[in-house]
């Protein structure tokens, strides 16, 4: 067991360079204008390409966690496999995840608790080259500063096993829950932009029913509008874009998209 899981894609989908990508994340986090909302988000969706794709979706809804530094004591952050199959979800035996702004510890007993699940196996391997959950955590190092992770890379999970997963370790005030994901890949610039537009309106109407084509985190988001609408969560479409709006060609993009669900007022 290697008790910290270095970072895999620094130098990659983003800068290794501490300062650097110190930079880089104030430049996105300043570029966004932030209203005054009542309440921060419970949870987020947020895309996990590099940074001069997918980065600037990401700020967006990122920036609106500023209220929540120092209340935030674990984060649950849950991202589809790309490198390995899994079967159900697997969770990390390493007791910290690094990256260039530093180690952030993981929540042991968190973790504990989805290992009793029976959907949910320890995996290293799963972990050490899935990037996205990893390009999550400079940003939430950034804007939360000290905080415990539970990282979830989610293979074949289905909703009502992401749900229960999920409202496993929900918690209150003190745990954020983030899910990770891209929308469409490799459509044609138009031609995503409506397909992503059909699937923030299902994501709106909290209809769990997404499939990869759609959001290759479809699983884990799945979960979350499953467990949003047991917990009549209001959801917010914070930005829709994709990589022919920042750094690629418009022949085949992927598309981005940042929502925000916040516990209504009377929850």
Request: hydrophobic share 45%; with cysteine; charged share 20%.
């Amino acid at each position: 067991m290697n008790q910290v899981r270095p970072a895999a894609v620094a130098g990659a989908f983003y800068p290794g360079d501490a300062s650097t990508l110190q930079a880089q994340l104030g430049s996105y986090l300043a570029a966004v204008a932030v209203g005054g909302e009542a309440r921060p988000p419970k949870a987020i969706i947020a895309p996990h390409a590099g940074y001069i794709y997918s980065g600037p979706i990401a700020a967006s809804i990122y920036s609106r966690l500023a209220p929540l530094r120092g209340r935030i004591r674990r984060v649950v952050l849950a991202g589809p496999a790309h490198r390995v199959y899994v079967r159900g979800a697997a969770v990390p035996t390493a007791q910290a995840f690094a990256s260039p702004l530093g180690e952030v510890a993981l929540d042991a007993e968190a973790i504990a608790t989805l290992r009793e699940l029976p959907f949910v196996e320890a995996s290293d391997r799963a972990h050490a080259l899935e990037h996205s959950l990893e390009v999550h955590v400079p940003f939430l190092q950034a804007v939360l500063g000290a905080f415990r992770l539970v990282p979830i890379v989610v293979g074949d999970a289905d909703r009502r096993q992401m749900a229960r997963l999920l409202e496993a370790v929900w918690g209150a005030e003190e745990t954020l829950i983030v899910v990770s994901s891209d929308l469409s890949h490799y459509l044609p610039y138009d031609e995503a932009h409506a397909r992503d537009r059909d699937t923030a309106d299902a994501i709106l109407r909290l209809q769990p029913d997404l499939v990869a084509e759609e959001a290759c985190g479809a699983a884990p988001i799945n979960g979350l509008l499953e467990v949003a609408r047991r917990r009549r969560l209001v959801p917010e479409l914070v930005d829709l874009r994709n990589s022919g709006d920042t750094a690629g060609d418009r022949d085949r993009v992927v598309g981005y998209g940042a929502f925000a669900f916040r516990e209504g007022a009377g929850v």
